[in-house]
């Protein structure tokens, strides 16, 4: 059965993130993905500690940080203390990031990079010593009395990273749009870099990582998420589009800012056409959304996670609900 989660971006105070947390537990959510870019969004390890209080089954996990604003020393501090108290309801998601380090004008990391963070985390929830190649001193988690036991995900949709992450982490967050070519040819990647570890498609978990907006009016939902659509086009495209999208998302590419990521009001979003909002979106009537669901699940993805949009002002929660209500049909 496809399982359901919710990524949220700390635009609303921490007491609203909260309630949409705990209206996702009430509703079966296994999951919910808080979005990490201090520049844009309110800080995401207040909101992950505040929004677990009261909680007893769904699991909390980053829609994604990095180990460059967040030292890998802090990170793992930071989940290793999450996992204590919510009893090891946690997965990391992390990648080479994005609008918290371009908002400062700084590059993501290397693949090669990531990987070796990625090596440091697991070795200080293992309670082992790291290195920092700076100064070369060696440091680790002096509080653990026992390793911790946390999932790292990649967010990928590049296919270089789709084959890192099946190569190396416990699950994807993969960010390729809707489409079942997509969505397929996304799998057969990540699938690649598992073989070479010795694993299958079986061993990780795949989340689905969309922008969502279910509404009886079709062409309103799909103005609410054109600005997720652009940010998932400036990216490498998971396959090949018409040569005349191809163009759109140029200009997509050359305005984009990231001060203004996932601003249901930003320009660039304006220049997303419907043909790109069906590839890469859940967006529409709740019909339509179902049958695009059935299309998901039927591909072998683990979970979808949404990412809802709404109006400024206006609540997540009505989303929330309905995508709750369209899984449950499945």
Known sequence: MLSKGVGLFPTEPVGAMRDYVHLAESLGYDNVWIGDSQNIWRESSTVLGAAAVGTERIVFGTGVTNAVTRHPSVLASSWATLAEYTGNRVVLGIGTGDSSLRT????????????????????????????????????????????????????????????????????????????????????????????????????????????????????????????????????????????????????IRESYDYYHHMDTEAAHADLVPDELVDLFALAGTPEECLKRLRDIESLGVDQVSIVPFVRPGESRAGTIRTFAGLVDQL
Request: glycine residues 6%; proline residues 7%; contains cysteine.
């Open 104 to 251: 400062m004008g700084l590059k993501p990391q290397k693949l090669a990079e990531l990987e070796a963070s990625i090596g440091e985390l697991r070795e200080l929830f293992a309670r082992n010593t790291v290195t920092e190649p700076d100064s070369g001193a060696g440091y680790h988690l002096n509080y653990l009395s026992e390793p911790a036991r946390i999932p790292v995900y990649i967010a990928a949709s590049a296919p270089k990273i789709l084959k890192l992450s099946g190569r190396i982490a416990d699950g994807v967050i993969v960010l390729v749009g809707t489409a079942p070519e997509f969505i397929e040819g996304a799998l057969r990647t990540i699938e690649e870099g598992a073989k070479e570890s010795g694993r299958t498609l079986a061993d990780l978990r795949i989340v689905l990582w969309t922008p969502t907006a279910i509404d009886t009016d079709r062409t309103r939902a799909r103005d609410l998420v054109r600005a997720h659509v652009s940010r998932v086009c400036i990216r490498p495209l998971p396959a090949p589009i018409d040569p005349e999208l191809e163009a759109e998302v140029n200009r």
